[in-house]
Each structure stands twice: as C-alpha cells, then as structure tokens.
Nanobody
Framework: VQLQASGGGLAQAGGSLRLSCAAS????????MGWFRQAPGKEREFVAA????????YYADSVKDRFTISRDNAKNTVYVQMNSLKPEDTAVHYC???????????????WGQGTQVTVSS
C-alpha cells in the first residue's frame, strides 16, 4: 500500500491543523493505521493509532485530549485532527499502515513520506 500524507503547515500555539493520509490500496479497510512524528535530532515517536473499524483508538500521553485520529474507509483516508497545538508538536508527521495493531514504529511496514508541522509560540 502507498501512503500520501498532507495537511501540514505553520500554526500558532493554541491553533489547529488536520493531517490527512490517503492510501492507494482498495484494501485500505484491512489496514491498521498509525501516526508518528519525528523532530530534528530525535527518534520517531508514536502519536496515535486506529483499528480497522475505527472503534478503537490509542494516543501518546503527550497528545491525549488534544489530537483525534479517525478514518474514512470509503475514501481510503486516515486523519488526525490536532487541536491546542504546542511548539513541542513541531515535527515531521508520518502516517503508517500494517495488517495488525501496532503502536511502535518498528512494527509498521508501510509509511507515507511525511508532512511538516511547525508550531510557533
């Protein structure tokens, strides 16, 4: 499956952005999806994950209650709505896919190209 992330940009602290990740596969509904991010000089870190039917989600503590992951299987797209943005959210954000539930980067086989999110204070 090929993934294309979009929606990044510049936001002020307290603002919002919505990232999208479009998948090429018509079998998108069979992939568990995740979002990760990587700041300069840091390791890639988990942000959020969602299961096949979107009734189970999981978040990193750092984004809980601020970010919401969702998916639209009819559109082959996963989203992350990011509210109350903080400067520490500045990073390249990546979407990822695999055929089982996972919350670590090493467990995902398929990755999008990343989209830059920059939050100014």
């Amino acid at each position: 499956v090929q993934l294309q992330a979009s929606g990044g940009g510049l936001a002020q602290a307290g603002g919002s952005l919505r990232l999208s990740c479009a998948a090429s596969a018509r079998t998108f509904r069979w992939y568990y999806m995740g979002w990760f991010r990587q700041a300069p000089g840091k390791e890639r870190e988990f942000v959020a994950a969602i299961n096949l039917s979107a009734d189970t989600t999981y978040y990193a503590d750092s984004v809980k209650d601020r970010f919401t992951i969702s998916r639209d299987n009819a559109k082959n797209t996963v989203y992350v709505q990011m509210n109350s943005l903080k400067p520490e959210d500045t990073a390249v954000h990546y979407c990822a896919a695999d055929s089982y539930w996972a919350t670590t980067a090493s467990e995902y086989r398929y990755w999008g190209q990343g989209t830059q999110v920059t939050v100014s204070s």
